[in-house]
């Protein structure tokens, strides 16, 4: 029997979404509802018991996803998944391309697509009956924000009564239950799986950082938000984009290949002016100087945080809050968008942000009684470590002291503008290891060095401390009365990755030992 072409799409009922999650099982030709297969061979009438992207998770009645990989073409393992006993597979292959696995003679359904990563998105949503319309979805894109502005988002519901839920940047946890975070934004099953997880547990709403990884590689395919944020852009992950417009493409994903109720966009950002300009309907726009629907005026910044008035499209009020810098100012104009155009009152707004928190890792103050401040950050970009250290000195009356470092395998050209925004700007600076992974450290540093500015002197303006844990024990040997040290980089990570290795390390316990240690 050789593959059958397939009509284009395979529609939704009239009703809707289905529920399968309530029935007794899954049958394939439910879950493959809306998918553009290209080439199907074998029957759609077969129960699926669950769905896997990873062969070795494979087993009888499993539907397996070959997604191609950065280092792999995902096809080659549907024969390790057949072997555990999967009984369908998607492919990105063509079917008649898959001769050695000889199709015609097994008891399997295999469907081709153009698109598997796509494909996954679709039959995961399926099978856990679309959990991003059954609860109300914030997404946040953009370079820098996104987990300060969910962290505020969830405590303005919380302050509402709302059951809510965050996956992001630190950990995925919504109830009692916290789960680590492996990467920003999940696979589409696992995220849909999380978010149906939410559901059964009551929660209303969730707050969802999506990374420009997760959109390029359509881990949040044609879900369904309430609101979706846009904070900022500058350059990271070139790595993976290959450029500024492809990153920026893959940042407007998010409102192109999703039902998103409802928009906001930061229009002090070139980037957020011109998708504002593009997403003209149901959106609202945010900034400082900007004239914006929501706005921030009279903005006064102190070391212990901020006020401004708040002016919005549903009223005026003066805002106080202990988030530092004016980078939180617009990560608090983003979460009252978010919030006040989910009938969040301007009451409430102004009563938690009184209280709110600081977020963990992010402009993190360590305690200490020695006359000097110490801020663990999770500052990794030029930009955000330019925003973080002009935060830092509106309240710093001594010198500003800098730890930083830069990723290894990553986007080798934003080290040296890392070099020139932190050279430039503070009054002493440690260059160390961030992680490095498998690149050598001195190398990632002699490009950091690139940057520094000619007007700069090693040892007076400077100094390369290769290993991160003296680096920073050197930083706070150093400070003085009324001097700060922003140890900046790693912010709420707890490990550090040196070759293949990934190590415990934590900038906040090693700050906390090397303040003990200079107490004695």
Not at 298 to 305: A, H, R, Y
């Amino acid at each position: 029997m050789g593959p059958t072409r397939s009509t284009n799409w395979l529609e939704f009922p009239e009703s809707g979404y289905p529920n399968v999650t309530n029935q007794s099982g899954h049958k394939l030709s439910r879950l493959i509802l809306g998918l553009p297969a290209t080439n199907i061979l074998g029957t759609m009438d077969r129960n699926i018991r669950e769905i896997t992207y990873d062969s070795r998770k494979a087993g009888p009645d499993s539907l397996f996803v070959a997604m191609p990989g950065e280092h792999w073409d995902g096809g080659v393992f549907i024969k390790d998944a057949l072997a555990k006993g999967a009984g369908a597979f998607i492919t990105q292959i063509p079917l008649y391309a898959l001769n050695e696995l000889d199709l015609g003679s097994r008891d399997v359904t295999a469907l081709c697509v153009e698109n598997s990563r796509e494909a996954l998105s679709i039959v995961s949503a399926n099978f856990y009956g679309h959990p991003s319309v059954r609860l109300d979805l914030t997404g946040i894109t953009g370079t820098n924000g996104k987990t300060t502005t969910s962290y505020i988002l969830e405590a303005l519901f919380k302050g509402k009564g709302t059951r809510t839920g965050v996956i992001g940047t630190i950990n995925y946890h919504y109830g009692d239950k916290k789960l680590s975070a492996p990467v920003t934004t999940p696979e589409s099953l696992d995220l849909n799986r999380i978010l149906n997880e939410m559901t059964e547990e009551k929660i209303e709403n969730c707050f969802l950082e999506v990374s420009s990884h997760a959109l390029h590689q359509s881990r949040v395919h044609d879900m369904s938000f309430k609101v979706g944020i846009f904070t900022n852009l500058s350059r990271d992950h070139l790595d993976f984009h290959g450029d500024m417009e492809n990153y920026k493409n893959a940042k407007k994903k998010l409102f192109l290949d999703n039902r998103v109720q409802q928009r906001i966009f930061n229009i002090d950002d070139s980037v957020g002016r011109e998708f504002a300009g593009e997403f003209k309907t149901d959106s609202f726009t945010t900034g400082i100087e900007s004239n914006a629907d929501f706005k921030a005026e009279n903005i006064v910044l102190t070391k212990s945080g901020c006020q401004f008035t708040l002016k919005t499209p549903f009223g005026t009020g003066e805002i106080r809050s202990n988030l530092l810098g004016r980078h939180n100012v617009h990560n608090l104009l983003s979460a009252a968008a978010g919030a006040m155009v989910q009938d969040i009152s301007l009451e409430i707004i102004q009563d938690v942000f009184r209280q709110i928190q600081p977020i963990p890792g992010r402009f993190e103050n360590i305690d200490n009684d020695q006359g000097f401040s110490v801020l663990v950050d999770y500052a990794h970009t030029d930009d955000a470590l330019s925003n973080a250290i002009s935060a830092a000195k509106t309240f710093t009356e001594g010198r500003l002291i800098v730890v930083f470092g830069c990723g290894g395998d990553r986007d080798k050209g934003k080290r040296k503008a890392m070099g020139q925004s932190v050279l430039s700007e503070a009054d002493f600076s440690i260059i160390t290891s961030d992680n490095p992974r498998t690149e050598d450290p001195r190398q990632i540093i002699e490009d950091i060095l690139q940057g520094v500015p000619s007007s700069a002197s090693r040892d007076e303006d400077y100094a390369v401390i290769i290993d991160r844990q003296e680096a920073i024990e050197h930083a706070i040997h150093l400070a003085g009365k009324n001097d700060l040290v922003l140890i900046a980089g790693k912010g709420h990570e707890d490990y550090q990755v040196l070759g293949t290795q990934t190590i415990h390390f934590d900038d906040r316990e090693v700050a906390r030992s090397a303040l003990r240690k200079r107490d004695h």
